[in-house]
């Protein structure tokens, strides 16, 4: 073990290391996963023997992460932090980890061709699968994929990197394996398997049929509120445990976990750990998608333009946090299939994670990619309302809100850093866009790869859009908020 961190305040891996096997391949080694997933193989492992490991993979960026990794031992640190206390564990279920561009994606492809492997998992967000978050397709002239058809001997993205692998598997007789997705996305196996299967035939279509015929794509639903890792939360971390720790992480205690069990080569015991285990994840993906980051996105946007720097400061504004709760249960429950789960108490438990004042989730944070996160947070449930001709106030004014926020300029007048997969082409609705009056709402429903076709022809949408617009640039995000509570309650 690390002589670092066993030295740690924190609950240690006491069990034999040398017993774990990689069994996973994760793509993706961010502070979600860290958090979570690792999180349960770390129990496994302690609790119930499991010999289940990771071997660790980032494709593109997160070389640090990698590197501060290997250079202890592969352990890093959870640290669960709550008003009443913080509780740290070090988890050691990582056998390796791999960088494609330090350590060669060769290396990577050997690794998911070994025949132990049974899951590759993935938590690249929503952009990593390359696809249109409004049709949920598999953007075939995307950079990566261009690249990746012309080299597929050598991918960069997620699906070339997978199909690249499965090719070897198929070539060597070796079973196929497991592909989970653990990113915010309804039906995520769904997806995944959509955008494998398109690179897959663009490819090779008998390697197409290989791969529908001997893998599996289960979909997930992950729970478990992971602010970015800053210098001051490292060094919070660090005064908990005692010990630096450059790969460390903090979180909130809750954690959740549905998977769809559909595993082709096996897979640990999770629900051990408290997963649970079922045959339709979809209700509580749509669950999850529409009230909790439905909501989260709403707060981001409108609390950014507000002057909130985290989530719990917006749920010190009254306005925002009875914003939230209506949000989440007059437009967004009544849109859900799920059964069985009381969803007064689930919103109301989402407002008390909301306020932890430990966690200083960053407004900003969760307003990237928002390109990327609005169909499946706010559009369709806006769909599901126009086709029972209901109103949808809150939700018109979380989608303004991005709106506003892709203006570029806070209500100060100060720059906005826009992080998206898709700016520059919200960056040109902008530029050939008046900021006031139908000009700037219409430029921005243009971009189908968003908003999809009809939205757009919708006069319902247009104007409620443009209404919830022209009061955030009228009377600024605290007065519209406080506006819309009053007439929702």
């Not at 070994?114 to 993935?122: D, G, H, M, T």
């Not at 994929?145 to 080299?151: E, G, H, R, S, V």
């Not at 709106?403 to 898709?422: F, H, K, N, S, T």
């Amino acid at each position: 073990m690390n002589k670092i961190l066993s030295h740690a305040r924190a609950t240690q891996p006491d069990y034999d290391r040398n017993r774990l096997k990689s069994r996973i391949v994760h793509l993706g080694f961010g502070a979600f996963h860290r958090a979570h997933q690792a999180v349960y193989a770390d129990i496994l492992a302690a609790e119930q023997g499991s010999d289940w490991g990771y071997c660790e993979v980032n494709l593109i960026g997160g070389e640090q992460q990698i590197a501060d990794l290997k250079r202890q031992d592969l352990l890093f640190s959870v640290t669960e932090m709550s008003d009443q206390a913080w509780n740290s564990r070090v988890v050691g279920v990582v056998k390796e980890a791999l960088h494609a561009d330090v350590d060669g994606i060769e290396a990577v492809l050997e690794a998911m061709s070994r025949p132990e492997v049974a899951i590759v998992s993935l938590t690249v967000t929503e952009k990593g699968y390359c696809h249109s978050p409004a049709s949920g397709e598999l953007i075939a002239n995307h950079p990566l994929i261009l690249a990746d058809l012309q080299n597929p001997d050598a991918p960069r993205s997620a699906p070339g990197v997978i199909v690249a692998a499965l090719a070897r598997r198929r070539t060597a007789g070796l079973p196929g394996f497991s592909v989970m997705s653990c990113d915010n996305m309804p039906e995520n196996g769904r997806v995944t398997q959509s955008v494998v299967l398109a690179y897959a035939n663009l490819c090779d279509p008998g390697l197409a049929q290989w791969i529908a015929q001997h893998v599996t794509f289960p979909s997930t639903m992950v729970d478990r509120i992971v602010p970015a890792v800053t210098p001051e939360i490292l060094a919070k971390i660090a005064s908990q445990t005692g010990v630096e720790d450059p790969a460390a992480v903090a979180c909130e205690p809750f954690r959740q976990w549905v998977i769809e069990d559909n595993f082709v080569a096996g897979r640990p015991c999770w629900e051990k750990a408290g997963a649970e285990l079922v045959s339709d994840v979809l209700p509580f993906e749509e669950m999850k998608l529409r009230m909790l980051n439905g909501s989260h996105s709403f707060l981001a946007y409108l609390g950014y333009l507000a002057g909130y720097a985290c989530i719990n400061d917006c749920m010190k504004d009254d306005n925002f946090r009875r914003a939230a709760y209506s949000l989440m249960l007059d437009e967004q429950a009544p849109t859900l299939s799920v059964k069985g789960v009381d969803l007064i108490r689930y919103a109301e438990s989402l407002i008390e994670r909301y306020s932890n004042p430990a966690l200083h989730h960053r407004t900003w944070q969760i307003a990237m990619d928002g390109s990327q996160k609005l169909p499946q947070r706010m559009l369709d449930a806006i769909r599901w309302h126009l086709a029972r001709d209901n109103a949808f106030p809150l939700l018109a004014l979380g989608v303004a809100g991005w709106m506003r926020y892709a203006g570029g300029e806070d209500e100060q007048g100060e720059r906005i850093e826009i992080c998206d997969p898709l700016l520059p082409a919200i960056e040109e609705a902008v530029a050939n866009s008046a900021p006031a009056g139908e000009e700037r709402v219409r430029a921005l429903l243009a971009l189908t790869a968003i908003f999809g076709t009809g939205l757009a022809q919708n006069s319902r949408v247009v104007d409620a859009l443009q209404e919830a617009y022209n009061a955030l640039l009228t009377h600024g995000a605290k007065a519209a908020v406080a506006d819309v509570v009053c007439r929702v309650r």
